[in-house]
């Protein structure tokens, strides 16, 4: 079983930056694609950001091109997202999510598995 733990919200203001961690066990880290998805107060659940396994290719949801960047360690099983600019809306919890597949993707429908999510409030 597949096991993911966040880490790295927290408060800044906006303009500020942060650097989220998701840590992977129990299962293939190297061999699957990652994601980063979040989910504001009210609202659906959202593609941010998504790497293949290798780490050759990544996508971004528009709303965090240039802002957002994603990356792996896959000595280490672990995926992180550095967040630049922030921004009030970006507010949200994040989750990071282990994909079917192994390419880079944007469809919320690839992501199987799912981290517990890591709260990151942006201050006006």
């Known amino acids: 079983q597949v096991q993911l733990v966040e880490s790295g919200g927290g408060l800044v203001q906006s303009g500020g930056s942060l650097r989220l961690s998701c840590a992977v066990s129990?299962?293939?880290?190297?061999?699957?694609?990652m994601g980063w998805l979040r989910q504001a107060p009210g609202k659906g659940r959202e593609f941010v950001a998504s790497i293949s396994w290798s780490g050759g290719s990544t996508v971004y949801a528009d709303s965090v091109k240039g802002r957002f960047t994603i990356s792996r360690d896959n000595a280490k099983a672990t995926v992180y997202l550095q967040m630049n600019s922030l921004k009030p809306e970006d507010t949200a919890a994040y989750y990071c999510?282990?994909?079917?597949?192994?390419?880079?993707?944007?469809?919320?429908?690839?992501?199987?598995?799912w981290g517990q999510g890591t709260q990151v409030t942006v201050s006006s």
């Open positions: 999510a282990v994909s079917r597949i192994v390419d880079a993707t944007t469809y919320v429908a690839d992501f199987a598995s």
């Open positions: 129990g299962r293939t880290f190297s061999s699957s694609a």
